[in-house]
């Protein structure tokens, strides 16, 4: 047990409500390294790891090189506009229309101030991995335990993709009325990490890899609906962070389950039994989980549940996300990039249906410990030293813990029964998007 993992939890969640809610720039770069200082700990903390601490370690210094960029973005922006209030920036960029009359706005010089938030977006979406900045969170995503991976894959994007919409949303429409907006560069990361994150996801045989991969594909949609800025757009935005959240939990907490529930079984396949760092992150194979289905059914069909609403198959939550995106891309004109999408769905499919193939179809490869078959396990209940009960039990009493179980049931219902309840979490989506806007 490791009793640093609250604090520097809070310190991670400080900064990232921190930045959602700061409109001054200092305050921006003082938020993200807080949030970004407390996940580099976070990824070493197991010290008795090589493998999380060397990508931890490049996870700190790729860290460093995107927060000089947010540093460089920032620094341009207060050279230029002589402010570190985002209110007062959105005023000047807001007067764009008349930005070209030099007798009203002599200083003022639009195509700067786009750039600079052009350099501030590469910074952020360095953070979030979104590709053609992604080339560390694989192997991060990889090497550090699979309980600090599941922290860092949603909790450490929420924060930052949430400012980036208010920041578009501040700045877009205004600076539109030159030939070069920042968001055009949201878009190329859109396209890029789409074709990326499906493209390379299908060569890859590591779990953790094709999860990294899967993000930055579901980072393209994220990315196109803040880019496009309209209404429907924000409503589908608020939504898909929503989903992505509720799935990827659920699929890192399975992912975690699955480890924790071959404990007592063996496998003679010597590559399984040679993997690194096998106490931190148990499964790290796609095919360490062929033929799962026959060891625990609802631990299978619950990670087979949420894989088909990763892929976009109706009625599950993840079709109505990307519904809703390709929806506003469609209506604001952007039918290239809808294609390119709806493609890149169907080719993610490929990997995704493998691993429910190979869990559903594959024969199982692992044997219950034989050392274990007929074991009894003494265990008593001491209360201030004073003996309450002793009772015995076998290696099949032990079952997973009550959090899992719960937390896993309540997200793949909320996954697998959207299409009943839909109402509610547009609304929320809607209310959010008001609070967010008009504060």
């Not at 039918?335 to 179809?361: E, G, M, P």
Request: charged share 10%.
């Amino acid at each position: 047990k490791i009793i640093e993992y609250p604090l520097i939890m809070l310190f991670i969640i400080t900064g990232s409500v921190l930045l959602i809610s700061t409109s001054d720039l200092v305050s921006i770069f003082l938020s993200i390294e807080l949030q970004s200082y407390g996940l580099y700990i976070l990824s070493t903390l197991y010290r008795n790891s090589e493998l999380a601490t060397s990508g931890g370690l490049t996870y700190f210094l790729l860290g460093g090189l995107s927060s000089c960029l947010i540093l460089l973005g920032t620094s341009l922006l207060y050279s230029n506009s002589g402010l570190t209030n985002l209110d007062g920036l959105y005023i000047i960029t807001s007067l764009g229309d008349i930005a070209n009359n030099d007798s009203i706005l002599y200083w003022y010089k639009h195509h700067y101030i786009n750039m600079s938030l052009l350099i501030l977006s590469v910074g952020f979406l360095f953070k979030v991995s979104a590709a053609p900045f992604h080339f560390w969170s694989p192997y991060v995503y990889d090497a550090i335990p699979t309980i600090v991976t599941t922290f860092v894959v949603i909790v450490a994007k929420i924060s930052i993709l949430i400012f980036l919409l208010e920041l578009v949303h501040h700045t877009n429409n205004s600076l539109f009325t030159s030939e070069f907006s920042w968001t055009s560069g949201l878009l190329v990361s859109s396209l890029l990490s789409l074709l990326i994150g499906t493209i390379v996801g299908l060569t890859q045989f590591r779990i953790k890899r094709l999860f990294a991969y899967s993000t930055i594909s579901h980072l393209g949609f994220i990315l196109l609906a803040l880019a496009i800025n309209s209404i429907e757009s924000i409503q589908a935005f608020i939504f898909y962070l929503i989903q992505y959240s509720l799935s990827n939990l659920n699929a890192f907490l399975l992912l975690i389950s699955i480890g924790f529930s071959l404990y007592f079984y063996v496998n003679n396949n010597k590559e399984y039994q040679e993997l690194l760092d096998k106490n931190n992150s148990p499964i790290q194979l796609i095919s360490q989980i062929k033929g799962f289905f026959y060891i625990y059914p609802l631990l299978a069909l619950s990670f087979a549940i949420t894989m088909f609403s990763f892929v976009g198959i109706p009625p599950l939550i993840g079709f109505f996300a990307k519904l809703m995106v390709l929806s506003a891309a469609l209506a604001s004109g952007y039918v290239f990039l809808t294609l390119i999408a709806i493609l890149t769905s169907v080719i993610s499919a490929v990997y995704y249906l493998n691993i429910v193939k190979q869990i559903f179809f594959d024969e199982c490869e692992y044997l219950i410990n034989p050392e274990l078959l007929n074991i009894d396990i003494h265990a008593s209940i001491i209360k201030k030293d004073v003996l309450i009960e002793k009772f015995r039990f076998k290696y099949s009493n032990i079952i997973l813990s009550s959090y899992l179980t719960i937390s896993i049931s309540i997200l793949t219902l909320i996954i697998l029964l959207f299409i009943f309840m839909p109402q509610e979490w547009l609304s929320m989506a809607n209310i959010l998007a008001l609070i967010l806007f008009n504060p």
